[in-house]
């Protein structure tokens, strides 16, 4: 673990402990630095860390303080906790940055993946070479669902290795997540039915909704925290809810994980009233700490989770190749991807199969966490020098994104606009959800590299922020 | 040309230019084979064919006389011209028997793909392998709708050289055809919306149907002379119909190609009342013709028509691509695929690229053609030979389909069930239609290698049939 990491953390355990109490100054820089040996910048960007995370407080000339309890686990401000929504109508908009992200002149702050330099590219070469050296005529016909066994068995070790007994008959080999949560959708409701999302929510789940002619409620994620429990439970309790769609680990655009208590709160209460969970954990092996946080899946006492996940965001983009463990709904997925896509492509899952029996995954994850923790910690250090102070950073312990806040009055939209035509793209918080909450809200990604082109273009969004901020 | 397929296209050529009427004997098998210089076997095979087509009559003890034109072109027999479906629901007999195809020990008469090992799998290994060496990070962001500008190129030449001007840009890649029609509906239509569909039809044509939420009116098609135009005119008068799905060249699974004149007839009519085609035409590659039949896109005015094409039969089905020509709707599709698959692969569409780009695909197809030719005779001798002659073999000059018609009271789907437990599949008719008109109607695949076990397949299908028809 990077050496901030470690003194965050210890820091944070201390905090809970009650070793450090809620108001208590904590050692100053020099003096932390004097304590533990590492070196000044470490100490202020575990600092800074804490502080982002709402550990702790600083009082400018005074140092650094516990922060109360109620301002770390603060309650969504100003904010419903819950919106009926009835049928979701997604803004165009979504498809034009989609398109935009796809341009190498713009710089990617509003792209959803990964950047691509990071996938393993010479071992993946190397798998796919074997694939096309060894594969025979009988495989290509082996591509109805679930799809290739080898890689549905892989898939289960890996499940195993976290202590999750899935059956390689209950794995579906799908076009990459976004085809495993359509189809889980589509399984587990009929058009007209109630499913909880929440807000914000990764637009694909808006998007499923409204091509499916669902109605949805959403339940307001605290960036820190997640779903409001209690709100969830309200909306169950009024409407009947068939479906639940959830991020649990490193959501999207929130950044957030869910404690493993909270996880299993939620698959209770959900079973409680017989909800389908419908977990997009797509995002699960980019965590930071030093255990990989369990899926709601995990808890299931019964088999109505299903549990969509790819290779896209930590392996590989363009190979399409997601899965979901799809539980009793296993032979319906199979049914639907019959009648829509029939499957992925042989050579695609051979080579993922052939990639994974070289037990380079494990290694190269354990690379690319790093590299993405020290890229957000770039990213992150570059927004926090340049921005506003007026503007909120929301870090979170995963992933690939900040959840920016903006001064209420600033729409994110008009700003998102303006960068785009300077090539330079952001995510506006109203491509996350229905309502008009996040409109001041963006999300930028941090995979790539942070270099001038990248601080420049931090430069510019700070530029463009303070024009917003004078106008109104 | 194989030479028995010179010989009945030629006296094809002469009953049409009236050289030989109506009633005229012609010469016999061993004149003929004396006037031509061929074998007695191609002349046997030339009019086989020609009998099977229903150009000619064999008159046991006489010879060969020219069928009358009504037998030729007569109408549907005892079946309503038009039947209002409603909202369509597909049996799950369908996804078990789809299933079974998959399984190596079964027979595959049932199967809907061509023979795997009919795939140039040497070449096709090749371009992968130097993919796999070519590929870069940036291009695996390429990955966005609408796919690899190199592929559609190549695509959009393939058109040129048909004299149709596609542009790349009207063309989006996607995961096979099933992919492209199943976005082209979603795309023309809302849920509730009416559509032309044909009947019988490709059950995909029903799923896709019911999955939409649509309402569906089937036009009986002929097996010889395809969709009926007088109903399709009075179901376009009789219902606000949204779009229209057919298949123009060797339908599935009839087995039947429009004529020019008749495609250009069914555009004018949809184009009249509005209507939005969407073309499925996956086999157009595999003709047995000196020249490839136009699809009905190349007759459009407008830009209403969608052409969905793939890979899958004519070269290989594993690698799940195919693509649609959409027309003014491309940009819609490529919204709908962003949001349920994203994309294809990137591997497999710079694969295709690539194989394309060695011009080697020309002289594939032609050997394909030739091969599936030959084995769609030798299946249907072999049928002919041992089922009972009150079956009805309806030959078609393309693709690797035999359409067959069992006494009325003899239910396909039973002999269905029987053969799958003796591990033979066949496709019952029940399968291509909402109603209960072809439950007579098996389908057959033609494209393997027709050898023992192929043969006693067919004794064994023979001796249900009999022993079904004695039943009754």
């Known amino acids: 673990m990077v050496k901030y990491k470690e003194l965050s953390e210890k820091l944070m355990q201390q905090i ?37 995370q709402g550990w702790i407080l600083s009082r400018p000339q005074s140092g650094y303080y516990v922060a109360p309890r109620t301002a ?9 906790r819950m919106t009926l929504i009835g049928t979701v109508d997604v803004n165009a908009s979504i498809f ?31 798998s796919l070479t074997a694939v096309a050296r060894e594969i025979t005529s009988d495989q290509l016909l082996e591509h109805l669902p679930p799809g290739n066994f080898a890689l549905r068995s892989a898939i289960a070790k890996r499940y195993a290795m976290q202590g999750i007994h899935i059956p390689p008959e209950e794995i579906v080999i799908t076009a990459g997540a976004l085809e495993s949560l359509n189809l889980s959708l589509q399984a587990a409701t009929q058009p007209g039915d109630w499913v909880v999302i929440e807000n914000p929510c990764f637009y694909g789940a808006l998007q499923a909704i409204e091509k499916l002619k669902l109605r949805a409620i959403a339940i307001t994620s605290d960036p820190r925290l997640g779903i409001d429990l209690a709100a969830l439970e309200e909306a169950l309790a009024s409407k009947p809810v068939k479906a639940c769609w959830l991020m649990t680990n490193s959501h999207n655009p929130l950044g957030c994980t869910l404690a493993d208590e909270k996880k299993q ?46 290779f896209s965001k930590s392996l590989v983009a363009g190979f399409r190749i997601g899965w979901v463990a799809a539980g009793r ?27 994974l029996s070289t037990q380079r995954y494990d290694s190269h994850l354990k690379q690319l966490r790093r590299t993405l923790e020290q890229r957000k910690i770039a990213a992150w250090r570059c927004l926090k020098r340049y921005l506003p102070s007026s503007v909120r950073i929301n870090y979170s312990d995963s992933g690939y994104f900040l959840w920016i806040e903006l001064p209420k009055q600033i729409d994110a939209g008009e700003l998102s606009q303006i960068m785009l035509d300077n090539k330079v793209s952001i995510a506006p918080g109203k491509m996350f959800s229905t309502g008009n909450n996040y409109n001041h809200y963006f999300r930028i990604n941090t995979s790539y590299e942070w270099r001038k082109r990248e601080e420049e273009a931090v430069i510019m969004l700070a530029a463009v922020i303070d024009m917003l901020m004078g106008r109104v």
């Open 265 to 310: 709160q939620v698959v209770a209460l959900l079973e409680k009233y017989g909800v389908t969970l419908i977990e997009d954990d797509v995002y699960s092996e980019l965590y930071f700490g030093s255990v990989k946080p369990k899926p709601a899946l995990a808890y299931r006492r019964e088999s109505g989770v299903m549990h969509c996940c790819s």
């Open 16 to 52: 809970n402990a009650d070793i450090w109490r809620v108001g208590d100054k904590l050692p100053s820089l020099r003096e932390q630095t004097a304590r533990t040996g590492v070196s000044l910048m470490t100490v202020m960007h575990a600092y800074e860390v804490l502080e982002e």
């Open 96 to 126: 034009a940055l989609l398109r935009a992200t796809g341009d190498p002149a713009v710089v990617p702050f509003g792209s959803a993946f990964p950047d691509p330099s990071l996938a393993p590219l010479r071992q993946l070469s190397r």
């Open 329 to 355: 709904y296993a032979e319906e997925i199979e049914k639907l991807q019959l009648m829509s896509t029939i499957s992925t492509s042989v050579p695609m899952q051979l080579t993922l199969a052939k990639y």
């Open 72 to 80: 770390f686990l603060r309650a969504p401000r100003q904010q419903p």
